[in-house]
């Protein structure tokens, strides 16, 4: 079965990004640009992973979906990574995200932490062709 990954954020070439590199890693990515105020497409689309953005639009959405999620026992199991350029915001909150089991990808990535983030967030635990590459180099 195809792991289905949610991914938001407000930039199309960002998002674009994730498609490319996770659908060649096996998954299904459901990107999303607009920011929303409630949960309703995260439960429509089921993901098992959602990808999001601290801020969107120069506000905090990321944080407040996170926040909404981790409230809402019916999908608060859902893994969660921040992958974010607000480097400052998310240091100040590293040790609570953390704590929650939500990973950390700072932008400008790495391609392969990405991948490993996401392999790990969802348990796999095989080598993908690009992390045995990354790790032969």
Sequence with gaps: MIQRILAMNDNQEILNLYVELLNEEGYEVISQMAAFQD???IREIKPDLLILDYMINGELVGWRILQMLKMSSDIASIPVIICTAATRQVKEMESHLLAKGVRIVLKPFDIYELIEAVH???????KSVSEYIYTSQ
């Design 39 to 41: 949960l309703d497409l």
């Design 120 to 126: 790990t967030a969802l348990g796999k635990t095989e």
